[in-house]
């Protein structure tokens, strides 16, 4: 049987192009909200040979979360990898103007969901899994407000489980990508020049290298 990876926020970005990557050596079990962007996941991941089984659902749906990893444990019992790249990114404004929907919207996803996500899929990665979390260098900068906090609670979480896993796993990586060409960035970086970023397929390439080197 090949090897499970849940990809969480695969309908774009890193996200979609980690779940590409690791079609090769993966089922791909795919979690976005938008149906269409998954479909052109399965296309581009069929058409190299590999499969996925699409579940277009909302992460911060508890009873979704919970009827999904049921599903993956009836079907093969265990994952070997979970990538989490489910992202809200809030709009640009100074502290004191953030928009309390946008506040809530952001920990919500970020930061709230991963209260359901890490108890109900650590499991099925047991003590022999990977999950991987990806920190922003953005963090921390002006205007980011409700990004960078609910990002930050979020890595802060997946630091804990981190330690907490050392000697017992599953193994728990943080990984800080360069500056890619997403359609984040582009919300917070208008008229950036985008050729001068990475392509999130080449930093994708990267990562899974380095996951099968580990």
């Given at each position: 049987?090949?090897?499970?990876?849940?990809?969480?926020?695969?309908?774009?970005?890193?996200?979609?192009?980690?779940?590409?990557?690791?079609?090769?050596?993966?089922?791909?079990?795919?979690?976005?909200?938008?149906?269409?962007?998954?479909?052109?996941?399965?296309?581009?991941?069929?058409?190299?040979?590999?499969?996925?089984?699409?579940?277009?659902?909302?992460?911060?749906?508890?009873?979704?979360?919970?009827?999904?990893?049921?599903?993956?444990?009836?079907?093969?019992g265990s994952i070997d990898l979970?990538?989490?790249?489910?992202?809200?990114?809030?709009?640009?404004?100074?502290?004191?103007?953030?928009?309390?929907?946008?506040?809530?919207?952001?920990?919500?996803?970020n930061a709230t969901s991963m209260?359901?996500?890490?108890?109900?899929?650590?499991?099925?990665?047991?003590?022999?899994?990977?999950?991987?979390?990806?920190?922003?260098?953005?963090?921390?900068?002006?205007?980011?407000?409700?990004?960078?906090?609910?990002?930050?609670?979020?890595?802060?979480?997946?630091?804990?489980?981190?330690?907490?896993?050392?000697?017992?796993?599953?193994?728990?990586?943080?990984?800080?990508?360069?500056a890619m060409s997403t359609a984040?960035?582009?919300?917070?970086?208008?008229?950036?020049?985008?050729?001068?970023?990475?392509?999130?397929?080449?930093?994708?390439?990267?990562?899974?290298?380095?996951?099968?080197?580990?």
């Amino acid at each position: 049987m090949s090897k499970v990876a849940l990809v969480t926020g695969a309908s774009r970005g890193l996200g979609f192009a980690m779940a590409e990557a690791l079609a090769s050596s993966h089922h791909i079990v795919a979690v976005a909200r938008t149906t269409g962007a998954l479909e052109d996941l399965d296309d581009r991941i069929q058409a190299a040979g590999g499969q996925a089984t699409l579940a277009p659902m909302d992460i911060t749906n508890e009873g979704a979360m919970a009827q999904l990893c049921r599903s993956i444990y009836d079907r093969w019992g265990s994952i070997d990898l979970w990538v989490h790249a489910a992202v809200h990114a809030a709009p640009l404004t100074p502290a004191p103007h953030m928009d309390a929907k946008d506040w809530a919207k952001s920990m919500s996803i970020n930061a709230t969901s991963m209260g359901t996500l890490v108890p109900y899929i650590a499991p099925l990665l047991g003590d022999k899994g990977t999950a991987v979390f990806f920190d922003d260098q953005t963090v921390g900068e002006k205007f980011h407000g409700s990004y960078a906090a609910s990002k930050a609670a979020q890595i802060s979480l997946a630091r804990s489980w981190a330690i907490e896993t050392q000697t017992s796993g599953p193994k728990v990586l943080i990984e800080t990508p360069p500056a890619m060409s997403t359609a984040t960035r582009a919300r917070f970086h208008p008229g950036e020049d985008r050729a001068a970023l990475a392509h999130p397929r080449d930093v994708a390439a990267l990562l899974v290298a380095k996951l099968q080197e580990a």
